[in-house]
């Protein structure tokens, strides 16, 4: 029997939920640590899943010698550094999107990383949704190339609120958070590089320091392009909304779901084990641990993707 992995996670909030309940649908993993803010709620967590160590400080999580891999569902300012850490400590790491909020520290994380040899990870979850890779089958088959991605992000959030509705500790962000998820799948798919972006941004809101609407122009070295709109602002439906435009279809991805041109379901059920794109993509990280390889999403695939957020920023900082 092959052994069990064994794992720290740190964030126990709506992200951190996510990961655990996928986790208990995958045999030969089991957490063992949890890690979080407020000690009293994340020992509410910790008894509901059963975890028996618990503490505030990722060090003393990373200190246990039985922690094999470790999942980052922190602050984004966090992520590059405790990504760093987790290496540092001989721990595989999954960090959650995004990788970094400043485009060196990615750089290092990836540099640590390889040098490692250890699985590092991040958690860009459109490449596994199923309904995306529903689509990836049909481009990698030769059936289908994208000419257009049309791609809606739309939140509600003009205080510092997480997904359950609760106070966060940190600020959100449109581009370094939100963007990257299409930024990068949107070179996964095309499978060719971003050679040209574009960003606009709208006022930066007066207590949250943040701009509240984007819009992002993208174009591969292939031709296809994609247009992404993003606000804080749209008190309506929420998500992400990505409409593929290709050569032989149109097809409307969202999250699991996947829809045609004409709004017809497309079952994605037989895509892969799971119709939860957050277990998928904990099922790679483990799998790619226990085969001794780089998973898909590694810490060096993602890079090129905030290779263009530091441009997108840099060129919004130069328009002031």
């Known amino acids: ?13 709506a992200f951190g939920i996510k990961h655990l309940d996928g986790i208990r649908n995958i045999d030969g993993v089991e ?40 999942i980052l569902c922190t602050p984004t300012q966090m992520h590059a550094s405790q990504t760093l850490a987790c290496l540092r400590a001989g721990k595989h790491v999954q960090v959650e999107i995004p990788l970094c909020d400043v485009l060196a520290d990615g750089e290092e994380a990836v540099r640590v990383a390889e040098a490692s ?16 890779q529903w689509v990836h089958n049909r481009i990698t088959a030769g059936q289908f190339h994208i000419q257009q991605m ?15 509705g609760q106070a966060r ?17 949107f070179a996964y798919q095309a499978g060719s590089p971003i050679v040209q972006a574009n960003a606009i941004q709208g006022p930066i809101h007066p207590t949250l320091g943040i701009a509240m609407d984007m819009s992002i122009q993208l174009k591969a070295a292939n031709g ?4 992404l709109s993003l606000s804080f602002n749209n008190d309506g439906p929420l998500g992400t909304f990505f409409r593929y435009i290709g050569d032989t279809g149109t097809y409307i991805a969202r999250y699991d779901d996947l829809f045609n041109g004409k709004d017809e379901k497309i079952d994605v059920s037989q895509v892969a084990v799971s119709i939860n794109g957050i277990e998928l993509q904990d099922r790679e990280f483990f799998a790619a641990i226990r085969e ?7 810490l060096a695939q993602v890079l090129p993707c905030y290779q263009v957020l530091h441009k997108l920023e840099q060129q919004l900082n130069a328009a002031g």
């Open 1 to 13: 029997m092959a052994k069990t992995i064994k794992v720290a996670l740190a964030g126990a909030g």
């Open 31 to 70: 957490v063992v640590s949890v890690i979080g803010r407020e000690l009293d709620k994340t020992k509410e967590v910790a008894a509901k899943y059963g975890i028996a160590h618990v503490t505030t400080d990722l060090a003393d999580s990373l200190a246990l010698s039985e922690v094999d891999a470790v």
């Open 117 to 132: 040899g250890l699985v590092a990870m991040c958690g860009h979850t459109r490449r596994f949704n199923p309904s995306h």
């Open 150 to 164: 049309d791609v809606q992000t739309y939140f509600f959030r003009r205080t510092n609120m997480n997904a359950l």
């Open 169 to 185: 500790s940190w600020t959100d962000h449109l581009l370094w958070h939100h963007a990257a998820h299409t930024v990068d799948l």
């Open 224 to 227: 296809a392009i994609c247009t």
């Open 292 to 298: 001794g390889r780089q998973p898909n999403s590694s």
